[in-house]
Nanobody, 116 residues
Framework: QVQPVESGGGVVRSGGSLRLSCRAT????????MGWYRQAPGKQREFVAS?????LTTYAASVKGRVTISRDGTNIHLQMNLLEPRDTAVYYC????????????WGQGTQVTVSS
């Protein structure tokens, strides 16, 4: 089983920075794209950023220029700068598996709280 595990959340003041990390153990599974999503209270989960095995990145318009996603094998990171209260959410890591056991695997999430 692929079980992404997130870390690095916390409480930060507006304008501050946080770095989230996600570790996914591939084992016999072929993990391809990985990404970050977030869910604020009372809202649907939304896309934040993703990265392919070839390190091609995609960002949501709401975070572009303020966050950077990076990858080392099946570990990914999200460097978040200039955080705003609207960035407050639970951040989830997703690992996409192709082939055997194919599908999307989600972590448990890590809370990010930005105070004004």
């Amino acid at each position: 089983q692929v079980q992404p595990v997130e870390s690095g959340g916390g409480v930060v003041r507006s304008g501050g920075s946080l770095r989230l990390s996600c570790r996914a153990t591939a084992g016999v599974f072929n993990i391809v794209d990985m990404g970050w999503y977030r869910q604020a209270p009372g809202k649907q989960r939304e896309f934040v950023a993703s990265i392919t095995p070839n390190l091609l990145t995609t960002y949501a318009a709401s975070v572009k220029g303020r966050v950077t996603i990076s990858r080392d094998g099946t570990n990914i990171h999200l460097q978040m700068n200039l955080l705003e209260p609207r960035d407050t959410a639970v951040y989830y890591c997703k690992a996409e598996v192709h082939g055997r056991g194919g599908g999307d695997y989600w972590g448990q999430g890590t809370q990010v709280t930005v105070s004004s």
